[in-house]
C-alpha cells in the first residue's frame, strides 16, 4: 500500500483511496474536522518519516523560494543578517506560531511576493544561471576524468604490446644468432631499446604545455661553438660570500618567534633587539670558517718546554722542536 499526503492538510491517505474520491475534480478531505479543500494533483509521496519534518521542510522550500536575495544584494553585511533574521522569524511563525501567527505571517509572505515580483524572478533565472555552469562545470570535470582514465588504459595496452614485441624481437633474434654469439645478439637488441626509449622520452620533453613543441628551434646550420672547459654547475656561482649583517638584510630573516618579538613591547622596552641576536648567531656560526690553516701556519719552529730543557747548556740530547697545529 502506497500513502499520499497534500501539503493543504498532511493527512496521510492510500493511493487508491485519492485516486478514487479525487480524480473528478477537488473534494474535501475526508479525514473528521479537516474542511481543507484538496486537490488531485497537489498530493505527493512523503519523503520524511516524520510529516512535521516534511511540512518544516516544504515551508522552508516556500520561503525560500519568494525570499531568495543573496548576499550580494545588500550594501553591509549586517543588514544581510537583518534579513536573514527576519526570514528565520516569519519561517518559525509559519512552522510552530499560533493561528494568528501564522496567518499573519501568510500575508507577510504573500505581500512581500507581490512587491518584490520582478526582483524575485531575477533571482530565480541567477540562481537557475548558476546551475547551469555549476552542471556544466561538473560534466567538463566528468569527461576530463573519463578522457584520463582512457588514456591511462591506452598508456597500459601500448605498454603492454611494447613489452611482448620486445620479447618477441629477443627471441628472434637470439634463435637466428650464430653459435656462441647469442650475447652480441642479446646486446644489440638492448641497445635498440634503450634507444628507442630515449627517443621517446626526447619527444615527450619535447613537447610543452598544450601540445606546444620546441623542437627545431635552433639554429642547425650554426656551428656549435664550445672553447670552454665542461661546466657541471651549469654557470652557477658557488663561491663562498661574506654575510652581510645590513640593517637591510637583517630584516629579512624571520621566524615566527623572531617576528613576535620585534612586534611586542615588552621585549623592545628594555633596549634588546632581534637585530642584535641574529648578528651575534650569524658570528658565532660563521667564526672560523674564513680562517684558512695554510696561510695563518707559521714557518718557524715553536720550541716547547721540553724542547727549551733538550737545548740547555750540559744536555747531551738532540734538539727537539715542535711545530704548532696551526
Keep these: ?14 493511493k487508491t483511496c485519492v485516486e478514487r474520491i479525487f480524480k473528478d475534480g477537488p473534494n474535501q478531505c475526508p479525514y473528521a474536522g479537516c474542511h481543507k479543500t484538496l486537490r488531485l494533483r497537489g498530493f505527493k509521496a512523503a519523503f ?4 512535521g519534518v516534511e511540512r518544516e521542510v516544504d515551508i522552508r522550500r516556500r520561503v525560500a523560494h519568494v525570499f531568495n536575495k543573496v548576499e550580494d544584494d545588500f550594501e553591509t553585511l549586517d543588514d544581510y543578517n537583518d534579513y536573514l533574521y527576519m526570514v528565520e522569524c516569519l519561517t518559525d ?30 533571482n530565480r533565472k541567477l540562481a537557475r544561471e548558476s546551475d547551469e555552469s555549476r552542471q556544466k562545470r561538473l560534466a567538463a570535470e566528468q569527461d576530463a576524468a573519463r578522457s584520463r582514465r582512457l588514456q591511462d588504459l591506452q598508456d597500459e595496452a601500448d605498454e603492454k604490446a611494447s613489452a611482448a614485441r620486445f620479447r618477441e624481437e629477443m627471441l628472434n633474434s637470439l634463435q637466428n644468432a650464430d653459435v656462441g654469439r647469442a650475447g652480441e645478439a642479446l646486446d644489440r637488441v638492448l641497445l635498440k631499446k634503450r634507444g628507442q626509449q630515449k627517443r621517446d622520452a626526447a619527444l615527450h620533453a619535447g613537447a610543452g604545455p598544450g601540445g606546444l613543441s620546441i623542437r627545431g628551434l635552433r639554429d642547425k646550420t650554426k656551428p656549435i661553438v664550445d672553447d670552454g672547459p665542461y661546466d657541471p654547475f651549469g654557470g652557477l656561482d658557488l663561491a663562498p660570500r661574506r654575510v652581510d649583517l645590513g640593517p637591510d638584510c637583517l630584516r629579512d630573516y624571520h621566524s615566527e618567534w623572531i617576528d613576535a618579538i620585534r612586534s611586542k613591547d615588552e621585549y623592545l622596552v628594555g633596549g634588546y633587539g632581534a637585530d642584535e641576536y641574529i648578528s651575534r648567531a650569524l658570528f658565532e656560526a660563521f667564526s672560523g670558517l674564513g680562517v684558512f690553516v695554510a696561510d695563518d701556519k707559521s714557518d718557524r719552529a715553536v720550541p716547547t718546554v721540553i724542547a727549551r730543557e733538550a737545548g740547555a747548556p750540559g744536555q747531551t740530547a ?9
Design 1 to 14: 500500500m502506497e500513502f499520499r499526503i497534500n501539503p493543504e492538510c498532511y493527512h496521510r491517505m492510500c
Design 93 to 122: 511563525d509559519l512552522v510552530n506560531g499560533p493561528a494568528e501567527a501564522r496567518a499573519k505571517a501568510e500575508a507577510q509572505l504573500a505581500e512581500w511576493e507581490a512587491r518584490h515580483k520582478a526582483e524575485i524572478e531575477r
Design 318 to 326: 738532540g734538539k727537539m722542536d715542535t711545530e704548532d697545529v696551526f
Design 48 to 51: 520524511f518519516g516524520d510529516l
